[in-house]
């Protein structure tokens, strides 16, 4: 959380010294450059490409939080999953279900954004220029990157929380080595 926090407050100080203020700003670049040139198609083929991205990424998801419920559900009854009461394992089980299931949630609106953006950016008034502005769609478009990066950190968070399948110090040393990872996803220049 702290780690997200500091991102956060580098973002909105320093936006081009880290990678997602990089890419908000190239996704405005994108945006204008696309609008002023009338690029349709290559528009809409980055747009199908980040929905196809997003779509796929909310299916595994899905499939795979509704699997960490099922195990809970199936194994806890059987007692198959450790001498451990069965109620510790719902939890752990539990945390990484919801975890799949808010990475899912993010993956769905960040398709519906995108796809609100392949219509805007092509719209046109009677004068033939642009029927919204360029700051609206970069708005909208922003919208749907932050929600599919929130989603991969979703995923990315899983892997701490099937490592506390083993044990505490797998839960620890696998939540030091992804802050790691992300501190040199996230660096920028």
Known sequence: MAY?????WRIRTAPLTVTMGLA????????????????????????????????????????LGLGAFNLALSAGQNGDLSTLPHSYWMVKLGALGIDFFASFFC???????????GMMINVLDTEGEAGFPPEAVQSILERGAVSYSVGMRLLYLTIPLVMWM????????????????????????
């Open 4 to 8: 997200h926090l500091h991102l956060t």
């Open 24 to 63: 908000r700003r190239i996704r405005s670049l994108w945006v204008h450059t696309l609008m002023a040139g009338k690029l349709d198609i290559l528009a809409i083929q980055t747009l199908r490409n980040w929905t196809m991205g997003a779509t796929f990424l909310a299916s595994a998801s899905i499939l």
């Open 107 to 117: 993956f769905t609106i960040s398709v519906r954004y995108f796809n609100h953006v």
């Open 166 to 189: 083993f044990g505490p110090w797998w839960l620890a040393g696998s939540s030091a080595g992804l802050l790691m990872a992300l501190v040199w996803l996230d660096r920028g220049l």
